[in-house]
């Protein structure tokens, strides 16, 4: 069975940074990209960023691009979101997703945690 488990999230204020983790099990995490997406109250689950599978190539939505960075590390099956320069437009619960190839399409990923709350006060 497929795990997904965000941590991490956090309240921070406006300007400040936080790192978010993802830690996968029960499938070969390094044979897939993962992505990050996040959903605020009222709005649809947008893509944050997403990595593939060796971790060559990023993605970025152009809302956080500049800002945000995400890694792996496959010896730790653990994706990571660093977010700096935070605003309170990212507040929002952050999703941890697994994918075949990557995209910023929600459709494409199978696998999902359960989310991780970041707030940001201005």
């Known amino acids: 069975q497929v795990q997904l488990v965000e941590s991490g999230g956090g309240l921070v204020q406006a300007g400040g940074s936080l790192r978010l983790s993802c830690a996968a099990s029960?499938?070969?995490?390094?044979?897939?990209?993962m992505g990050w997406f996040r959903q605020a109250p009222g709005k649809e689950r947008e893509f944050v960023a997403a990595?593939?599978?060796?971790?060559?190539?990023?993605y970025y939505a152009d809302s956080v691009k500049g800002r945000f960075t995400i890694s792996r590390d496959n010896a730790k099956n653990t994706v990571y979101l660093q977010m700096n320069s935070l605003k309170p437009e990212d507040t929002a619960v952050y999703y941890c997703?697994?994918?075949?190839w990557g995209t910023g399409d929600v459709h494409e990923y199978d696998y999902w945690g359960q989310g991780t709350q970041v707030t940001v006060s201005s």
């Open positions: 997703a697994s994918a075949e």
């Open positions: 990595i593939r599978w060796s971790g060559g190539n990023t």
């Open positions: 029960g499938r070969p995490f390094s044979s897939y990209a």
